[in-house]
């Protein structure tokens, strides 16, 4: 990533990498929403390409994403739930995304569009991923918003729970049984 | 597999799964790029309009291979009005005409259960609506704290009588016909707070009146591009046949005569070359005698600024046309993740955050040596590396093989910042044990470049003055700024407390100095919001567990003040309390009072997201500020401790949304405080009398009283961390900097 043009002023890191100070200083001063930005477009991305898988559209709602919340950030003073938030957001960007195209692509189509042919963004996949993405392809949608939720959106549960308005303990059952479910099938793909 | 766990293979199979290629560093750059500029109009800070960035002033001495490439952009650019249909109206912005405008009748308030809301002004245009309200009285109790809800996300609309609804748009809603004079505002609950705790489904009724004919509508001009120069250096793309030259970077497109000068907006879209980008400074001005013309951001145009597109003000007196705008640029290239070493690395079996491995060792890189200095495991999981690079080096790319990073930042720098690369990755979990890690991709420094291009209005206007005139009462301008002079001994035998990074270590502390600069001494390494004591004995600051702390300088003796938590902290007159911003039950950023000695901690406010002023200078009352949802205007109220009254005093209206970081003087005539451009500094008396400038756009950050009245503020410096510190008397603008601190100002005392 490009080396950052405003280094941060000494007001507006407090505690250092913690990032409800961080929340806080961008507060103060909006430029450090810039080092909030650093920190999740990654995830973001990761989470909008699972849903929309288009590289150039991902980053057109990763970037829409970024600046609904960066444009409506003054009224946001929930601080622990700024993940959440900051997915939401993602999200309905996401459903207007499909809205506007009256049909949503099928999960499995998610795999089949051809990515750049650029060295920098050669996915490369192991054959375990590869039975992997085959089993995902199969499970409910719910599901599989679980997974991205925390293995691309990178959540923790009580962010995801939090984003799903579902009770903590609830979502990890949820997920264990999930994980289970997918190794048991991937040991035995006739289960 | 265990029901509750699963191998880290296990899970990254998942990841991987999902084939998701990798973030463009292109994009996630151009975007940071947005954010900043449009942060940097929000703050209006000035930028580097005075002098370019230091990293580019290194690159221009120490890079051998140098090419300017200057296009010149149209010197036979023509200003051109076309049919006026766009009209500024300051703080509105630029609207379509073609209707005539339309304004609200009068300002209209509902209140319920305390809360009040209120449409302070309406403007309707041939395109759009305007709506301008503000809400106060939301109590911090009607915020969620539970972790598992969230609170309103609805956005407010426009219902006409006949039952259209007008979403949100952007800035504003869509045209209302000319023909509907009234519509209800709908506000279907306040945003972010919690159903059920405040009241929801507000409707105002609003009416509209034509503008009087006093509304100031300025005319806005739309540029017509020229046909390129004859002389111009293109790109060596011969098939170009387009009007417009392909190396035509720079363009102004609007150009809006302001009172006292110009509100130019343009777009800059600089050529790139499959595998290269370039990262480009800010927008310098300079008018035909060389000489750095300042300009601020005007915050209404941002709607009319497109993607990637620059806009600026400037003041016209003293100027030479044509203006040059400038935008410096370097042309960076990946050399491709194939270009990589890979080396073991033990992070022992629980590395933990603060632990750091020294290693110095020297890597290969596309023949270019990149020397990893050391790794430094942080919170959140994450690893820090360390690099001291190739001059002809920007960055490396760092993974660790296996371990799928969440987050990272930094990266950049190398050959324009003396060398040094840091990169962070984060993850879900610390990766331990005996690593890969694995160094790919240096990105190389090519050549410098600059784009330019030239603009002048199309006719001298004779309605401004030639020369700047003085405002009254304002101390201090970006241009006086420079030619502050070092403040003598007296009063440098004082002392000022600043936050700052300590030296050689990532940590941010608390240090006392002379105001010369000298007799350093480290109060607390882990610490900030410090205050120093009115004595000067003491400091009250607040720990990392936001607990409030005070350290007696002399004995180095540190105590706790028990049940007290929080930041914003004020010393009474007296030394004996502490009036401080806290979070409690239900409570969000309230202000409490404490004694020294942890007595008689109570809460004196609930108006959420408050700020202490200061105290009367007999330690009887207490100074703060309450803003109104989001920052539109910020209500002064003074508590009595005795009775325990609060009395509403007057309403700043011309405050920075974000930190107004109000300071009543000592001897109780003064609060200084930020303004709305977020880098000026107002007086005023607490009776809300004689409200006036000081500090003029110097990106006023930190404010400090010492007792004998001096004022101190801090300016934050233009892409640094670290601050210019200014020293004034208001009364005369007798004013000093003190050279040798360069952290922000938390504390200040001058016998």
């Known amino acids: 990533m490009a080396d950052n043009p405003t280094a941060l002023s000494s007001k507006d890191i407090r505690q250092g990498p913690d990032e409800l100070a961080l929340i806080q200083a961008a507060r103060q001063n909006p430029i450090i929403f810039g080092e909030l930005y650093k920190r999740y477009v990654n995830r973001v991305y990761r989470y909008l390409y699972s849903r929309i898988g288009n590289v150039h559209e991902a980053e057109d709602l990763t970037a829409q994403t970024f600046l609904a919340a960066f444009e409506s950030f003054d009224k946001f003073r929930q601080d622990e739930h700024f993940t959440s938030w900051l997915f939401s957001i993602a999200r309905h960007k996401a459903m207007d995304h499909f809205r506007r195209r009256k049909s949503a692509p099928a999960i499995e189509e998610m795999h089949e569009i051809p990515v750049e042919n650029d060295p920098l963004n050669a996915v490369t996949q192991s054959e375990q991923a590869q039975a992997m993405a085959l089993i995902i392809q199969a499970i409910p949608e719910k599901d599989c918003e679980l997974l991205r939720l925390r293995f691309l959106a990178d959540m923790s549960f009580p962010e995801i729970a939090r984003f799903l308005h579902r009770n903590e303990s609830a979502v990890k059952k949820s997920f264990y049984r999930l994980l289970k479910k997918l190794h048991d099938q991937l040991e035995d793909p006739n289960e | ?751």
């Open chain 2, 1 to 751: 597999m265990n029901k509750l766990t699963s191998t880290p293979q296990f899970e990254e199979n998942i990841r991987s799964s999902f084939g998701i290629p990798a973030l463009r560093p292109e994009f996630v750059d151009d975007l940071h790029r947005e954010i900043i500029q449009r942060a940097e109009t929000k703050t209006h800070a000035t930028r580097p309009a005075r002098k370019l960035r230091p990293a580019w002033s290194i690159t221009l001495a120490i890079l051998t291979l140098l090419m300017a490439v200057v296009l010149i952009v149209g010197p036979q650019r023509v200003y051109a009005a076309v049919v006026r249909l766009l009209g500024y109206i300051p703080g509105v912005g630029i609207v379509d005409e073609s209707n005539p405008i339309r304004v609200l009748a009068e300002p209209v308030s509902v209140t319920r259960d305390g809360i009040t809301i209120t449409v302070t002004s309406a403007t309707l245009t041939g395109d759009k609506t305007y709506i301008d309200y503000r809400i106060f009285g939301v109590p911090g109790s009607a915020y969620p704290r539970s972790e598992n809800i969230t609170g309103c996300m609805q956005t407010e609309y426009l219902r006409l009588p006949d039952g259209t609804q007008f979403d949100r748009e952007n800035y504003g809603f869509g045209a209302i016909p000319v023909d509907v004079d009234e519509a209800i505002f709908v506000i279907p609950c306040i945003m972010n707070t919690l159903s059920g705790e405040v009241p929801e489904n507000w409707e105002l009724p609003l009416r509209f009146v034509p503008a009087p004919a006093d509304l100031t509508v300025i005319p806005v001009y739309e540029e017509a591009t020229a046909a390129p120069p004859s002389d111009s250096t293109s790109d060596k793309d011969a098939s170009a046949t387009s009007a417009v030259p392909l190396d035509n970077a720079i363009s102004v497109d609007k150009v809006i005569e302001t009172e006292d000068g110009y509100i130019l907006i343009g777009q800059f879209q600089p050529q790139d070359t499959s595998g290269h980008w370039v990262q480009t400074s800010g927008l310098l001005l300079t008018d035909a005698s060389g000489k750095i013309v300042p300009y601020t951001y005007p915050n209404d145009v941002i709607e009319s600024t497109p993607m990637g597109g620059w806009s600026v003000q400037f003041k016209n007196a003293d100027l030479a046309y044509p203006l040059t705008i400038s935008f410096s640029g370097i042309d960076l290239q990946s050399t491709g993740a194939e270009t990589a070493v890979e080396f073991a690395f033990d992070a022992g079996p629980n590395p933990q955050p603060g632990d750091e491995w020294v290693l110095n060792r020297d890597f290969e890189l596309a023949s270019y040596t990149v020397t990893l200095k050391s790794i430094m495991a942080n919170s959140q999981n994450s690893y820090s590396f360390h690099f001291q690079v190739d001059p002809q080096v920007y960055s490396v790319a760092v993974e660790i093989v296996g371990h799928t990073a969440n987050g990272g930042g930094g990266g950049g720098g190398g050959g324009l910042t003396d060398g040094k690369v840091s990169t962070s990755l984060s993850y879900a979990q610390f990766p331990s044990g005996e690593l890969t890690v694995r160094i790919s991709n240096p990105v190389l420094i090519g050549d410098a470049y600059t784009w330019q291009g030239q603009w002048s209005p199309a006719k001298l206007r004779t309605d401004l003055p030639a020369s700047p005139s003085a405002q009254s009462g304002v101390c201090l301008t970006i241009d006086s700024l420079a030619q502050l002079k070092p403040a003598p001994a007296n009063p440098t035998s004082g002392m000022a407390l600043m936050y700052e990074q300590l030296v050689d270590t990532n940590q941010w502390g608390l240090v006392l100095y002379k105001l010369d600069g000298s007799q350093k001494q480290v109060v607390i390494s882990a610490g900030n919001w410090g205050t120093l004591s009115p004595d000067g004995s003491k400091v009250a600051y607040s720990a990392l567990d936001n607990r409030i702390h005070i350290i007696d300088l002399a004995s180095q003796t540190e105590k706790i003040i028990p049940g007290a938590g929080g930041f914003n902290l004020h010393w009474s007159p007296d030394g004996k309390q502490i009036a401080y911003v806290g979070t409690g039950d239900g409570v969000i950023n309230s202000v409490f009072v404490v004694n020294t000695d942890g007595t008689q901690a109570r809460q004196i406010s609930d108006w959420s997201y408050e700020l202490v002023a200061g105290w009367s200078p007999d330690s009887a009352q207490i100074y703060y500020v309450a803003p109104y949802t989001g920052g539109a205007a910020w209500k002064v109220y003074r508590y009595d401790l005795a009775s325990s009254e609060t009395q509403e005093l007057f309403t700043i209206e011309n405050g920075t949304p974000k930190a107004l970081n109000p300071k009543l003087s000592p001897d109780g005539e003064w609060i200084a405080y930020r303004g709305r451009d977020n880098s000026s500094l107002y007086l005023v008396h607490p009776d809300g009398s004689d409200m006036h400038l000081v500090l003029d756009n110097v990106s006023a950050v930190g404010i400090e009283w010492s007792q004998s009245g001096w004022l101190g503020v801090s300016l934050q410096n233009i892409n640094s961390d670290k601050s210019t510190i200014v020293l004034l008397k208001p009364d005369g603008c007798e004013a000093y900097q003190l050279p040798g601190l360069s952290g922000e100002l938390e504390g200040l005392f001058i016998p």
